[in-house]
C-alpha cells in the first residue's frame, strides 16, 4: 500500500518552543502509525544544510536557503532586510520548493496566521489538501485570519471563541482543532500525589491555583490577565486564591509593577524558579531574577523559566 505523503510546515519538533512541541507530539504519533511519509519544513532558523535537521526519523527541511536569501536582499532595500529574514524562517521562500520537490498528498501549516497566510495564494494550495491550522487567541479576529480562512477551505483554530466569532462572519467551515498533548506526558495526578507535590512547594491543600504558562512577551494580555484575577477574588473572598506564573520575569511586562498598578499582593502570585546548577524546579512567590537554589545551595543560580531556560 502507497502511503500518503504528509507535509507538516510548523517549527522544528526538537525546537523548545509551543509549536515545536506540538509540531513533535504530531509527528511522532504520525510516525508510530507507519502509515505516512512524514516530511517537516522546519519554522525557525535552521539552514537548509544543519545537521540538526538529520536528527529527526522523518525527512526534514530548513527553511532557510542562505544563497536564495542573499539574492532577495540583493533584489531589495536593505531597510526590508530584517523583514525577509523572518519570513525566511517561517518558510515564505521555501515552501513552494518544497511542494514542488517532494509532491505531498496534505500539506498541514501550523503555526501564528502571519507565518503561514502566504501559502493560501500558492498555485499549488487548492490542488492538494491544504490546512491552515492557527492561534487565534484574541478578538477581534486579526484581518489576515479573515481573509485567509474566506480563501481556504481547511481552517481550523486552537481557540473554540474564535471558531465561533468566525461562524458569526459566515465561515462556517472554520473548525476547533486544539492544540496536541501528549498524554503519556501530561495528565492527572492521583489525589495522593496531588497531596504531596502541594505539601513539597508549601501549597496549602485547600488553596484554589490558577495557572498560566506563556513567553512573557508585550503582545500577550497580562494586565488583562492579573485584573481578571483581582476581579476573580473580590468575587470570592473567602477562597484562598493564589495566581501561578510560569514564565520569565526578565524580559517582556514589568510583572511588579503591574501588580503594584492594580493593588494586587505579591503574596497571591506564585511563579516558578529551576536551578541553572541541579536543574529542581521550584514554586515560590517572586523576589529577585537570581535565587539562590535551596537544594544545592549553588549561589544565585535559580531563575525564572524562560526560552533561553
Request: glycine share 6%; aromatic share 10%.
Amino acid at each position: 500500500m502507497t502511503k500518503k505523503k504528509v507535509l507538516i510546515h510548523s517549527d522544528f519538533p526538537l525546537a523548545k518552543t509551543g509549536f515545536g512541541k506540538n509540531c513533535r507530539n504530531i509527528m511522532e504519533y504520525l510516525y508510530k502509525t507507519n502509515k505516512y511519509e512524514l516530511i517537516n519544513l522546519a519554522v525557525g532558523s535552521l539552514t537548509t544544510n544543519n545537521q540538526e535537521l538529520e536528527r529527526t526519523p522523518w525527512k526534514t527541511i530548513g527553511t532557510v536557503d542562505p544563497d536564495k536569501i542573499q539574492k532577495i536582499h540583493q533584489q531589495n532595500d536593505p531597510k526590508n532586510w530584517d523583514a525577509i529574514n523572518r519570513m525566511a524562517g517561517y518558510g515564505a521562500y521555501s515552501i513552494d520548493d518544497a511542494v514542488i520537490q517532494e509532491k505531498p498528498d496534505v500539506v498541514i501549516s501550523i503555526q501564528d496566521i502571519w507565518g503561514i497566510d502566504f501559502s493560501v495564494d500558492k498555485p499549488w494550495f487548492k490542488k492538494i489538501t491544504s490546512v491552515l491550522w492557527t492561534t487565534l487567541d484574541s478578538l477581534p479576529i486579526l484581518d489576515k485570519a479573515i481573509v485567509a480562512a474566506q480563501k481556504t477551505k481547511h481552517f481550523w483554530s486552537w481557540a473554540d471563541f474564535a471558531t465561533k466569532a468566525m461562524h458569526k462572519m459566515g465561515l462556517n467551515h472554520v473548525k476547533t482543532v486544539r492544540g496536541s498533548l501528549n498524554a503519556e506526558h501530561f495528565y492527572r495526578l492521583s489525589d495522593t500525589e496531588r497531596l504531596k507535590l502541594r505539601q513539597k512547594l508549601n501549597i496549602d491543600k485547600d488553596t484554589f491555583v490558577i495557572g498560566f504558562v506563556f513567553r512573557n512577551q508585550l503582545r500577550k494580555s497580562v494586565p488583562n490577565l492579573i485584573q481578571g484575577f483581582k476581579l476573580f477574588k473580590q468575587n470570592n473572598p473567602k477562597l484562598k486564591t493564589k495566581l501561578l506564573l510560569h514564565t520569565s520575569w526578565a524580559e517582556g511586562w514589568n510583572i511588579p509593577k503591574l501588580l503594584n498598578e492594580h493593588g494586587v499582593q505579591m503574596s497571591d502570585i506564585l511563579t516558578t524558579y529551576v536551578c541553572r546548577n541541579c536543574g529542581v524546579y521550584e514554586i515560590k512567590s517572586f523576589s529577585t531574577n537570581d535565587e539562590n537554589c535551596n537544594y544545592c545551595r549553588t549561589q544565585k543560580s535559580q531563575t525564572t523559566t524562560g526560552p533561553g531556560f
